[in-house]
């Protein structure tokens, strides 16, 4: 199976987290380079803490980490971090531009004066949003504890907000071939392109240090569906 770019849902179903811990192990060998893309190594808080194979990776090589399931959890943390990190795409579930510059204002009150915040985004590309949104479309199948998980979704795209609306399926089955059980839930992320994101880091006082394609420190193209952003104050 190759890689699936995709922020974690917010919906918390043991079941669901499973299914997308193991689609998600492709991006392991990502997560494991991200030390490699900062010296801020001390003190360090990851934001997003249902991604749990983001989380692990990141226990192996930054010692103090402190993971909070989202940034209102900022209000209950007295200290300052050397290091922010965002949980996989998890940036993209702050669904409007107000709602992401008041985010980072948040974070640099947080942030140490030479600190750094991490986090990734997953690039436009209108092709993939031409599917009648009515349809129900395959995903991906995999095989977790003797039962099979089918994985299918709708998705419209909404060109104002540029916020992506998604209605998943995911299907469990015995090794027969039976159907176990159903599980829905739904997801919304935003699509924040690059010169947008750009001009808000500008704006909350934010220096991009450097760009990648990848947190393995791959060089941004013009056909990236990615973007890896090391921003510092």
């Known amino acids: 199976m190759g890689k699936i770019l995709f922020p974690y849902p917010l919906y918390t179903d043991s079941r669901v987290?499973?299914?997308?811990?193991?689609?998600?192990?492709?991006?392991?060998?990502?997560?494991d380079q991200i030390s490699l893309l900062t010296t801020s190594t001390s003190k360090t808080l990851v934001i997003g803490s249902n991604n749990t194979v983001f989380v692990e990776s990141l226990k192996k090589a930054f010692s103090e980490l402190i993971v909070i399931d989202e940034i209102a959890d900022l209000h209950y943390q007295t200290d300052k971090f050397s290091?922010?990190?965002?949980?996989?795409?998890?940036?993209?579930?702050?669904?409007?531009?107000?709602?992401?510059?008041?985010?980072?204002?948040?974070?640099?009150?947080?942030?140490?004066?030479?600190?750094?915040?991490?986090?990734?985004?997953?690039?436009?590309?209108?092709?993939?949003?031409?599917?009648?949104?009515?349809?129900?479309?395959?995903?991906?199948?995999?095989?977790?504890?003797?039962?099979?998980?089918?994985?299918f979704t709708r998705q419209e795209y909404d060109y104002f907000s540029q916020i992506l609306y998604q209605n998943f399926t995911l299907e469990i089955l015995n090794l027969s071939g039976e159907l176990k059980n159903t599980l829905k839930f739904d997801q919304e992320v935003r699509y924040t392109f690059l010169p947008e994101i750009k001009h808000l880091f500008k704006l909350v006082g934010l220096e991009i240090k450097q760009i990648y394609s990848s947190f393995d420190g791959s060089q941004l193209l013009e056909n990236s569906d990615e973007a890896v952003f090391i921003l510092g104050k």
């Not at 987290?17 to 997560?31: G, T």
């Open 83 to 151: 290091l922010i990190i965002f949980s996989d795409f998890s940036f993209m579930n702050i669904l409007d531009a107000e709602d992401q510059r008041e985010a980072f204002r948040i974070l640099l009150e947080k942030l140490e004066h030479n600190g750094e915040i991490i986090l990734n985004l997953e690039l436009f590309n209108g092709d993939k949003f031409l599917e009648d949104p009515s349809i129900s479309s395959f995903v991906c199948q995999t095989e977790i504890d003797d039962e099979i998980f089918m994985f």
């Open 17 to 31: 987290i499973s299914f997308y811990d193991k689609i998600n192990l492709p991006r392991l060998l990502d997560y």
